[in-house]
């Protein structure tokens, strides 16, 4: 349910994947994971943000654009787990692929990034909409 005091921001994100049919996810705040993502800056386009995202929350420079996967909308995800409606995110999702290995995050709220089997990325994410965009995308690129 929408209230009076939803911010609304654009974000910008991807997935991530490997030769080994692996994902990366990242961990929030040591209490959420979700697929590489964040706010688009001032002045920056959608997948110019993706791809900084992208390299502070998993530490991955080598990225190759596939496509733009879509877009969704979702609110924040509160401190108890539930959704905050203070802020209502619409998330740009790109496709990349990497031949790039380590994982090292420079980002200190998302400390953690790991690479998931496709088939289980689902059994990590946190947020039930970062699920359902994620197996929806799958007929896409897999």
Aim: glycine content about 6%; some cysteine.
């Amino acid at each position: 349910m929408k209230n009076n005091y939803t911010k609304k921001v654009k974000c910008a994100g991807g997935i991530v994947i490997n030769d080994k049919k692996q994902a990366v996810i990242v961990n929030q705040n040591n209490d959420s994971w979700s697929l590489p993502k964040g706010h688009i800056d001032n002045g920056e386009t959608p997948i110019q943000a993706a791809k900084r995202e992208i390299y502070e929350e998993t530490g991955i420079k080598k990225l190759e654009y596939i496509r733009l996967l879509g877009s969704y909308q979702r609110y924040k995800i509160g401190l108890d787990g539930t959704d905050d409606l203070s802020e209502l995110k619409t998330i740009y999702i790109y496709l990349f692929t990497t031949s790039q290995t380590t994982l090292t995050p420079i980002d200190p709220h998302n400390p953690y990034a790991k690479w998931i089997k496709y088939n289980e990325v689902e059994n990590y994410l946190t947020h039930r909409e970062d699920i359902k965009f994620f197996n929806n995308s799958l007929k896409l690129w897999i």
